[in-house]
């Protein structure tokens, strides 16, 4: 008994762990540097160290030999702390103080730093061989009975993100300039006792392209800052830096990142950048940079079967122009302006020459550098037509990364074999959030959904993808989000699961939103990216949905839900975060909705034109006015944000595409028509059964007859659903009148129940009103609709008729037989005064609803 209850007590045990590791899955996801939360505000915590406390700063220490970059960034941490608590700290250097320390440096560079492994007071098994890693620890200083905060970074860029991390946790974002995150006032903060290691990041290079940035980010750029330059490139290192990134493809749509600015590349190296250029720009040369200088090399051909020398020549410049700036450099060639590279006839014959296209280059980088050639960093871009190249066997130098990629739309075209020999060089990814291609451009608003990114990243880190991830962002706004969810991802892709991606859009929205608004705000960013995911801007139109089942209502009437869902919550978000929330949830959300509207006012102004229904009419100015907002809604967001901080970040076009590009002239209004009176018709509606039910408005009638004097008059938005008809003047006769309804049974049957719905009139004449029914006039019935609606009955059947607003009489009526299904319903009214809402025949399918069934389709 005694070995039976410890083994059920150790399985219990065993369970317990597994349940807290299972538990552990859903809480570790990694979005900050640190796994743990190290700011507080308590200063009576034994062994907290002071960052500010009562007004008074920390100093900040460096060594004079550290590296620059490094430097640089305890300029940002100085800033940041005055920027949270109004308290500005001294930073000195190599001299030791007797107050409390901020010591900040490098391992092998700080002479400080590798004093505190000497004396064992900083372990190094978390730094020492580390790729861009840090610790941040609280120490006793040895020279006076005060404490030490140690920021230790592995290498230039660890110590960096270190810094941020400190920065971060004390509440500055990240995206503090580029999404304009207020920053979390602090009189006194301190930190944890403790030690905090960040670990190396799961991939080595992180980073962003921006593209397709015109007119967008480059209009904005020219207008703020003068140019796409180095005064606007200083902010994009920054955030990367932030957000743990370290590598950067410039914009290259008629832009030299070198040649536009000769700022540019120095102040990327001031920051501690690893510059690379697209998958089509090699030996860090833009594609501007030949249309500049073609003349200058050989023919001007951009063909190496042709130009060799002068290409060889262009790319050596280049390449020795960068040598000194930290550099991953894109190998092989493709056709001049992303297009496929000059053919030679054959598969083989093209890699044959791109594999001796690459050994010159790489002999010309050893050239350079007088370096072997392991020391440059390197990769090749397997994009469109070159994954081809690949499969067909083409040689990849050992220490050349190979870089996969998705097919521009999210989804991985190719990954390394699994059980097949790895290439030495390791494999990058490069995964897109925008797109200026086929089948169509993809460049407004954010289009991609969090589920499916984390499906598709975790399936590539999961075959050994580990070397480059790097995202197309496009304009970088409005894609903010995405952006973050990859390169968050990217530090540590197995923090992310299934169980847990909800917890990235809280923790996203409770950093810029503040924490009492997160979830109704993630709640929100999570069911625009759905919706829009469904679809891209630039493809939706007025023929994407269905719009005689309902379908398209059903769509444009959720998001214009999520968009009275964000105006709410604008309204109740603090003044501070207006700005935030507009620019990456109010503006996004209520621009699709939008949208929405419009295509589904242009699709009912369609189809009512089409039935010369005049109230196409109205759906075309509404679907006017539509446009109209869109207009509006983007020199709000340009103009009115942050105080017009963004203008012209949303100029791009995305109504009126054609082709995958877009249209030159803008955006183009949808075509609408209008029907004159003249050519306005009414009736000649016939219904489809659909799932078992036929169910008609009444103004979608088959034809009317009427007596003398009087009309069948539509009364509209009459009723639950679309309007009620009914035979006026009441002061006259009905003899005579009729309406009738057509419609299709899928199958001959002997009889169906009828629901008739009628408007809740009171029996205002003596008797009541009463109506006669049929298919066919010997088997006719006589309905009375309100004869029971009477003082007499108050409770039990009037007032609940009048609150109800409608009367619904059920009865079954024959069917004529041999009519191969299709069968005409005529109504008589035998008393003025009745109004009719909607008929439902039930074929076996009827279903009680409170609207009474959806319309069943029909042609007219």
């Known amino acids: 008994m005694k070995n039976k209850s410890k083994l059920l007590s150790e399985c219990i045990y065993m369970l317990l762990i597994s349940f807290l590791c299972i538990k ?39 060594d004079v030999g550290e590296l620059k970059q490094v430097i640089r960034a305890i300029g940002d941490l100085q800033t940041d702390i005055e920027n949270v608590t109004g308290v500005k700290p001294a930073v000195v250097t190599n001299t030791n103080t007797t107050d409390f320390e901020i010591i900040v440096g490098t391992l092998g560079v700080s002479r400080t730093i590798d004093q505190l492994v000497s004396s064992k007071k900083l372990k190094t098994k978390d730094l020492k061989g580390k790729w861009e890693s840090f610790v941040i620890t609280v120490i006793d200083n040895p020279k006076a009975n005060q404490k030490q905060l140690v920021i230790a970074g592995s290498d230039k860029r660890g110590t960096i993100f270190g810094i941020y991390e400190l920065s971060r946790q004390l509440g500055v974002s990240p995206w503090d300039w580029w999404n304009d995150v207020p920053i979390k006032k602090r009189n006194n903060a301190y930190v944890l006792p403790g030690y905090y290691a960040s670990g190396e990041p799961k991939v080595k290079y992180r980073g962003i392209f921006i593209n397709d940035e015109e007119p967008a980010f480059g209009t904005w750029a020219r207008t703020k800052f003068g140019g796409i330059n180095s005064k606007m490139y200083a902010h994009m290192f920054e955030l990367l830096l932030r957000l743990r990134a370290n590598y950067l493809w410039p914009a290259m749509w008629g832009k030299a990142f070198n040649e536009d600015d000769e700022l540019n590349p120095k102040v990327a190296d001031e920051y501690g950048i690893v510059m690379g250029t697209s998958h089509h720009e090699p030996m860090m040369r833009a594609q501007k940079e030949w249309g500049n200088h073609r003349k200058e090399y050989g023919n001007g051909e ?117 059980h097949s020999k790895k290439h030495p060089g390791g494999y990058g990814m490069y995964y897109h959030v925008d797109l200026h291609g086929a089948p169509r451009a993809y460049q407004w608003l954010n289009m991609t959904q969090i589920p499916h990114m984390w499906e598709q990243l975790q399936l590539t880190y999961s075959y050994g993808v580990d070397k480059i991830w790097i995202l197309n962002v496009g304009d970088l706004k409005p894609n903010e989000y995405p952006m973050d969810f990859f390169l968050n991802m990217a530090w ?96 996004p959300v209520r621009a699709m909705a939008n949208l929405y509207d419009m295509y589904y006012a242009v699709a009912v102004n369609h189809k009512l034109a089409r039935e010369k229904d005049m109230k196409a009419n109205y759906w075309a100015d509404y679907a006017d006015d539509c446009f109209a907002r869109d207009a509006a809604y983007t020199q709000d967001y340009n103009l009115n944000i942050s105080g017009g901080k963004w203008k012209h970040m949303m100029d791009q076009t995305h109504i009126g595409y054609k082709s995958w590009d877009e249209p030159r002239e803008g955006n183009i209004k949808p075509t609408v028509y209008r029907i004159t009176s003249e050519e306005s018709k009414t009736g000649g509606y016939i219904f489809e059964e659909k799932n078992g039910v036929v169910a008609m408005e009444a103004e979608h009638f088959y034809e009317t007859k009427a007596a003398i004097k009087t009309k069948w008059t539509i009364i509209p938005d009459l009723g639950r659903t679309l309007s009620g008809i009914a035979l006026m003047p009441y002061t006259e006769k009905t003899d005579g009148s009729a309406i009738t309804y057509q419609f299709k049974l899928k199958a001959n049957s002997s009889e169906v129940k009828v629901h008739f719905f009628f408007d809740s009139t009171l029996p205002f004449k003596k008797g009541g009103q009463s109506i006669k029914v049929y298919f066919d006039r010997n088997n006719s019935k006589t309905i009375g609709i309100n004869q029971e609606l009477t003082w007499a009955n108050n409770y039990s059947k009037m007032y609940p008729a009048a609150a109800a607003r409608i009367i619904e009489k059920v009865e079954t009526l024959t069917l004529p037989a041999a009519q191969n299904g299709n069968y005409t319903l005529t109504l008589q009214p035998l008393d003025p005064g009745i109004v009719l809402h909607k008929i439902v025949i039930d074929h076996g399918g009827y279903e009680e609803t409170y609207l009474k069934m959806d319309e069943s389709p029909y042609n007219r």
Not at 495 to 504: G, H, I, V
Not at 513 to 533: D, P, S
Request: charged letters at 30%.
């Open 302 to 418: 951009w063909n190496y079967h042709t130009n060799k020398e002068a290409l060889l020549k262009f790319w050596e410049d280049g390449f020795r122009r960068n040598v000194n700036f930290d550099n991953l450099v894109t190998m092989g060639m493709r056709g001049d302006g992303d297009e496929p590279m000059h053919d030679l006839g054959s598969a083989e014959a093209n890699f044959k020459q791109l594999e001796q296209i690459m050994h010159d280059q790489r002999k010309i980088i050893e050239k350079v550098t007088q370096k072997p050639l392991k020391n440059t960093p390197q990769m090749w871009a397997l994009y469109s037509e070159v994954l081809e190249y690949y499969d067909h066997g083409m040689k990849v130098p050992d220490d050349v990364i190979i870089l996969l990629c998705d097919d521009n739309w999210g989804n991985v075209r190719r990954l390394p074999e699994l």
């Open 24 to 62: 552990n899955i859903g809480i570790a996801q990694q979005t900050k540097g640190l796994s743990d939360d190290i700011i507080t505000e308590n200063k009576n915590d034994i062994g907290n160290f002071p960052i500010v406390s009562d007004e008074k700063a920390s100093f900040i220490r460096y």
């Open 492 to 587: 540590n892709p197995t923090s992310f699961t299934q169980d847990n991606l909800e917890n990235y859009s809280l923790k996203f929205s409770e950093e810029h939103f503040g924490k009492t608004q997160a979830k109704e705000a993630a709640e929100i960013i999570n069911l625009y990216c759905k919706y829009n995911a469904r679809i891209t801007a630039e493809m939706l139109d007025e023929k994407t949905y269905n719009l005689q089942s309902g379908e398209f209502l059903q769509v444009r009437d959720a998001y214009l839900s999520l968009e009275t869902r964000a105006l709410r919550q604008f309204m109740e978000v603090d003044d501070t975060y207006k700005n935030t929330y507009k620019q990456l949830v109010l503006h």
